[in-house]
């Protein structure tokens, strides 16, 4: 497995940006698809983005066309910009990892899971 640890979240307001990332140990990287689920307050897991070893790209209809994931294989780091906050993007956001390039919206399909970055968007 792949150990991951995320980092950039934060308080913002409504409207703001913020750009999360995922750091990922071990020399595989490339060959792993990574996505993004956040939970909120009394809320379950759910799917954010994710984006396969392909490159191909996946979100989530609450976050088409504000969020965007993408990653760096060089530097074993996928990120997550965030655009145009709601107060209902306020979560804790998860980094996963998965070597399936199928199913990237369930999180049943990963193994590997970071700690969690907290964004907090106020009105």
């Known amino acids: 497995q792949v150990q991951l640890v995320e980092s950039g979240g934060g308080l913002v307001q409504a409207g703001d940006s913020l750009r999360l990332s995922c750091a990922a140990s071990?020399?595989?990287?490339?060959?792993?698809?990574m996505g993004w689920f956040r939970q909120g307050p009394g809320k379950e897991r759910e799917f954010v983005a994710a984006?396969?070893?392909?490159?191909?790209?996946y979100y989530a209809d609450s976050v088409k066309g504000r969020f965007a994931i993408s990653r760096d294989n060089a530097k074993n780091t996928v990120y997550l910009q965030l655009s145009s906050l709601k107060p209902e993007d306020t979560a804790v956001y998860y980094c996963?990892?998965?070597?399936?390039?199928?199913?990237?919206?369930?999180?049943?399909?990963?193994?590997?899971w970071g700690q969690g970055t907290q964004v907090t968007v106020s009105s």
């Open positions: 996963s990892a998965t070597r399936q390039n199928y199913g990237l919206t369930n999180p049943g399909n990963f193994g590997s």
């Open positions: 071990g020399r595989t990287f490339s060959t792993y698809s």
């Open positions: 984006i396969s070893w392909g490159g191909g790209t």
